[in-house]
Structure formats: C-alpha cells, structure tokens
C-alpha cells in the first residue's frame, strides 16, 4: 500500500489548499505576524483576498475552539499570553482584517470606535460582530 505525498491529502485539484480547523488559528498567527511585519516595513497594505483568506481562517479557528471548548475542558496550550475569550478577535488579527497597523486599532479602541474587552495587561479582545459593523460602515454617516 502506497502513501500520499505529504501534504497531498490537503491539496486540492485546482491548486487551492485545505487547512484543517484545528490548525487554522496557528496559521492565521503565523500570517498575521509576517503580514504585519511587512505592512510596518514597506506601509503597503495587505490585499482584499487576502483579507479575506485570513478572515476565513479566523472562521475556521473559532470553529476549532469552540469544538475543542466542548471535548477538552482543560487548555493544554503554553503559549506565554493570555488568550482572548473564545469568539474574539486580537488586535493583531483585526489589523490584518482591517488592512492597518495594530496601533491604529488600538487608538480606535482607546477613542471608543471599537469595542473591546481588555483580557491582559496589554492584550485586547474585540468582538467580531463590532468589527466587522466598524469594517463594513466606518464610512456611513447615518448610523
């Protein structure tokens, strides 16, 4: 019997890949930290497909959490910060959504246009649902 390539199993017909949920949200860090570093470097911006890559990502962790929230009650992770509450968005995950800096959504946060909940000494956790209203009607001036 034959084994698949490694990473075979993921790859879809059309070139696109599967992530598995459960690894989703690494993934989704692991972007957001280089989409940010470059972001800081050169001041582009990050690209609305891609916005919308890592949006699904963070679908797709949420999922992961909050199917593992209900099979395993105890965290196992040692990742050295708090972690936001299950159904949140960092401010380096709403950074990389928005297209901005995580300083700038922290100054958003600091003016009151977006909500957000502080779970650590200098982590945020920001509700997705009030992000995306910000994302989607920052420009309307009837709300």
């Known amino acids: 019997m034959s084994h698949p390539e490694p ?26 930290r280089d989409l940010t570093a470059r972001v800081r470097a050169d001041g582009g911006e990050v690209a609305p497909t ?3 890559v890592l949006y699904a990502l963070h679908t797709a962790a949420q999922h992961a959490e909050l199917f593992d929230s209900v099979t395993a009650p105890f965290d196992s992770s040692d990742t050295g910060t708090p972690p936001a509450p299950s159904g949140t968005v960092s401010v380096t995950e709403a950074a990389a959504l928005m297209g901005c800096t995580p300083r700038y959504v922290r100054t958003l946060i600091a003016a009151g246009h977006l909500p957000a909940e502080r779970v650590g000494v200098r982590v945020w956790a920001l509700d997705p ?3 995306d209203h910000y994302r989607h009607h920052r420009g309307d001036t009837a709300a």
Not at 7 to 26: F, N, Q, Y
């Open 50 to 52: 891609v916005r919308e």
């Open 7 to 32: 990473g075979r199993t993921l790859l879809r017909g059309d070139g696109s890949v599967i992530v598995p949920a459960c690894v989703a949200g690494e993934v989704l860090r692991s972007l957001v």
């Open 129 to 131: 649902t009030a992000l």
